[in-house]
């Protein structure tokens, strides 16, 4: 299975007044989403399931996403909210082991937390930006990947 891992776009500012969980993807975060998908169609990577945190910066980034790319609207996964750890990723992704291609909508710094304990890689300093994407090919087990691809987020 190759797992493509999509951090959400710019959000609004910390602070906002109904809280961290109600922070609404900006302009910029949209431009994100939409570039992610134009990458995913050009390469003839478009994920066949859209998985994302139901938090709602995520969960925009992920019907942005969805939509530009022309698929199937993402499906919300509590276990992808902030906090998750690598193992419950890990376990929760053998029920989706049956799809080819996956993508994970959600928040740092879980995703990077990911990415390291699927790569073995200990505290390695990997962080996925706002907006990066990151694509990696997971072992029949899933409990380990090679990275195929790192993208950070368009410039400019």
């Known amino acids: 299975m ?22 609404a993807l900006v302009e910029r975060g949209r431009e994100q989403a939409r570039w992610a ?7 003839g990577r478009v994920p066949e399931v859209v998985l994302t945190s139901p938090v709602l910066r ?4 992920a019907e942005v996403f969805c939509k530009a790319a ?11 909210a902030c906090g998750m750890s690598p193992e419950t990723a890990v376990k929760e992704l053998r ?4 799809f080819k291609r996956v993508m994970l909508v959600g928040h740092e710094p879980d995703l990077s937390s990911l990415v390291e304990h699927l790569l073995g890689c ?15 090919a997971l072992m029949p087990s899933i409990r380990h990947a090679t990275l195929r691809y790192l993208i950070p987020p368009r410039m400019g």
């Open 37 to 43: 998908a134009e990458v995913v169609q050009r390469s």
């Open 95 to 98: 029920g989706f082991s049956e």
């Open 122 to 136: 200990a505290t390695s300093g990997i962080e996925v930006k706002k907006g990066a994407l990151v694509g990696l």
């Open 70 to 80: 022309g698929i199937d609207k993402p499906i919300e996964q509590p276990w992808l």
């Open 2 to 23: 190759e797992l493509q891992i999509l951090r959400h776009g710019k959000a609004q500012d910390h602070g906002h007044p109904g809280g961290d969980g109600s922070r």
């Open 58 to 61: 995520s969960r925009q980034t």
